[in-house]
């Protein structure tokens, strides 16, 4: 047996009971929602066939798929010259499985074999954890939590509307204030394209107008420049940076540049249905200003996300004031099961950043302190005899549904008071060989030190009210 | 990309919801039990290093372990006799991590790495899946739950009785009535093996004690006496299969046959004590019978389990007239950080296996019907009309926190039922040009086909009933 002292690996995280109780606080929120939405839970294994998710995220996504070594003699099954041939060869030869990378290949993965017994429109959430051998850095962790959402089976823009809903619901259940709600349409950045005179490229315009947050209008400029955009269309399309106004009125705007484009015209005619739902649907997203004075939902032709992927409205969310990327993202894609051979399936979905909301939450304290409580009440033990004494006493607590400690040894006052402390238990009950002749207890509230002296069922009254 | 039919690694399961539902049941179950008991919640990285999990399960677990191949040009760091040395040597250069096998390794590494943060003695809880490269049978997975509470740094038999009871408490809240949970102690084991003449043999003994179900008491004999056992010594073995009456004479019993040994002493000592425990918490697991007319709590002394890892108690729990395995186990460790250079932490710990309780809750068809349940109640969409009509009701249904959908096309009302009908969804709202005329929509029960015509408000407060 080692003896080394034990380390975890890079860009892993243990998550201790006090993190795992506030993290439990926002899946909940989140599961709640969900499911209120109709969606229900899906789980998949962590580990997928390695060609499942080969070929899915592109040329640097395949190299950040952490790959399962075969079990047994996984060399008997190679030649010299797979070893020859280096290791991305040879991973093929020894490596079967891998770790899966996101929730989406596999939520495809899952209705293509699961096509015949599924009832469309399918509407799924998986909240689970994604491995990725990134390089970690502040933030950036090679084990983190997704939390996805995503129908299949429709094209009713009903869903995109849900998902703006859904999106405010978490995020004001959560206590959050001031966020900004962006949405943007693919046929939108494919009309701009077009009617720059630059058809068919919006691809590279998304590319360089998604970093205009990082390195500004001019240095956009110049990317697009170097991507072979002419300088007349980026003169063209500068002016849409700014456009201004509120949302009807940057639609009406959009009308008048993207009119005669066939995809403007379908961004257009998707994002005014999904705001017909929304004011039927008396949304706060669409009522409600943030502090700054604009409505936290917000049309935005620069947001880009990626293209390659969604076909339809895309969203993303950031909260306003605090330095944190985006924590919600998602869109409409068409085809998402063609990966595997199943064609014409349109879905949209979108995701939580659980680490994001995490760090969000604890920076503006917007944890509840119920959410960071276990037990409820510790009992002292001072000697075998109040031991003996408390355990009927433990055993009704607990079948008042009260959490309750006994204390396992008759370690010293003070020990025990430091238990209760590290472990955040707001009460502490000594019975000492008074207490045991008289049948009341001392309750202390470890919040104010105040102590009363009770009877159990008062006790059970107090704590449970 | 590749087209081919998508399939997932062998041993490894979809859980899809009307499962993922189901297991969280008993998941919730367990859950707060650990917590009313003060257990709190741990979470560990699904890696852990290769270093800290080798050598920790013997030989056959080592191969059972799934690798992760290091990262980028893993073979840039490989020499060619490295290959030629074969696979198991090419291991360690070529992989530093690998999957989580069990809970309590990695609980150990924890505790170890956590000592100046921790506060003694630490309750903690873990549900997480693990990993193992198995043949895959029936029953058998390579990826399945485990379910671990343990408590470390007290020595006090009161965290055995109190597992006795979370272990009652958790499957009499399952609605399971007829289990036996077997007690057993590594002191009477080794008080055995001294008492018959074999001191210092006790792990011979129960390896082949712990077959006694399977093979008989004559392949025990014969399995004895290959181990060197002498026959005598088998003779005096075998009445001990049979010890007969309460558990108070099964103590006394064994009082006078092991009496004299010292482990023996400890043992009965020990065990002695759990029960004035178990009494003075007014145990039911002391005072029911099964149907069979045996307590629920039994001593065993033919109850082995692992030997080389317990020290003290151990646990066994087997639910009657069901063919299945044991459903949980545990027992007391004296050293289980010892592993990682942190002598002298006594803990006792157990686990529920939650693929085998859900097998028999399956059986026995204990699933309450509430945790089938996910959408409430369907809203039909029969034309844009009656969709634009239906998105306030909606949303005021949602805010009662009702899960609701609606059908989000206007498809065929045949096609609509029935996905109410495949999401197991008990009410259907049907909003037609009478229903906008009136106000007042049909809600139909789709259990019995009643179908009643209400106002908005009294459909909310009858779901909310």
Redesign the interface.
């Known amino acids: ?9 890079k860009g ?6 006090a993190i ?2 506030k993290r ?1 606080y926002i899946f909940g929120v989140i599961k709640r929602t969900f ?4 969606y ?10 390695l ?2 998710l ?3 995220y592109g040329d640097e996504g395949d ?2 798929i ?4 075969n ?6 099954k190679t030649k010299p010259e797979d ?1 020859e041939e ?3 060869h ?2 093929r030869k ?4 891998a ?1 899966r990378y996101d929730l989406t290949v596999p939520f495809a ?2 209705v ?3 096509r015949n017994e599924i ?1 469309f ?1 399918f ?2 959430y998986q909240i689970q ?1 994604v ?1 990725r ?1 990134d390089r970690p850095q502040k933030g950036r962790y ?2 983190f939590y997704q939390c996805d959402a995503d ?1 299949v089976g ?3 823009l ?2 995109e509307a849900e998902i703006v ?1 859904m999106i405010d619901e978490v995020l004001t259940s959560l206590e959050l204030k001031d966020f900004t709600i962006k949405i943007n349409h693919r046929g939108i950045l494919a009309g701009i394209a077009e009617a720059i005179g630059e058809k068919g490229r919006e691809g590279d315009i998304c590319v360089a107008i998604d970093k205009l947050d990082k390195i500004g209008q001019e240095g956009v400029r110049k990317e697009l420049l170097e991507r072979g955009i002419s300088e007349q269309a980026v003169n063209k399309l500068e002016p849409l940076y700014s456009l201004s106004g509120s949302n009807e009125e940057i639609l009406d705007q959009l009308q008048s540049i993207l009119g005669d484009t066939e995809e403007g015209q379908r961004g257009l005619k998707d994002l005014r249905e999904v705001w ?2 929304l004011e ?3 949304s706060y997203a669409l009522s409600t200003q943030n502090p700054s004075g604009q409505p936290r939902l917000m049309l935005d032709v620069t947001l880009a996300r990626g293209l390659s992927y969604y076909t339809g409205c895309i969203f993303e969310v950031k909260v306003n004031n605090v330095s944190m990327g985006s924590i919600s993202g998602g869109g409409r894609y068409d085809n998402l099961t063609g ?3 199943m064609p014409g399936v349109s879905g949209v979905g979108f995701s939580f950043g659980v680490d994001r909301i995490y760090d969000v939450l604890e920076e503006l304290e917007l944890f509840p302190t119920s959410s960071q409580v ?2 409820k009440v510790l009992m002292v033990q001072f000697d075998k005899e109040s ?2 004494y408390s ?2 006493l ?2 009704k607590l ?1 079948d008042a ?6 204390y ?2 008759a370690a010293k006052l003070k020990k025990q008071m ?2 209760a402390d ?2 955040n238990i707001p009460f502490v009950l000594l019975i000492g060989s008074e207490e045991m002749k008289s049948g009341k207890l001392k309750l202390r509230d470890m919040q104010n030190g105040e102590q009363d002296e009770l009877y159990i069922d008062d006790i059970i009254a107090q704590l449970k009210a």
Request: hydrophobic content about 35%.
């Open positions: 047996m080692s003896k080394e002292k034990p380390s975890i690996p892993t995280r243990d998550f201790g009971p795992v109780v439990n499911e209120k939405y109709g229900l839970p899906l789980e998949t294994p962590a580990m997928e066939q060609s499942v080969t070929g899915k190299q950040l952490f790959k399962v070594l079990s047994g003699d996984f060399l008997s070893i280096g290791s991305k040879l991973t020894i490596s079967e499985k770790l993965r899952f293509v074999m699961n009832t429109p509407k799924r954890p491995w051998a090679r084990e129908v429709t094209n009713s009903l869903c809903q017909q739902y039927q649907l008396g990966m595997f051979g276990g037990t031991e003996l355990l009927p433990l055993q607990r549904g009260i959490a309750t400690e006994l396992p040894e430091s238990y590290q472990k």
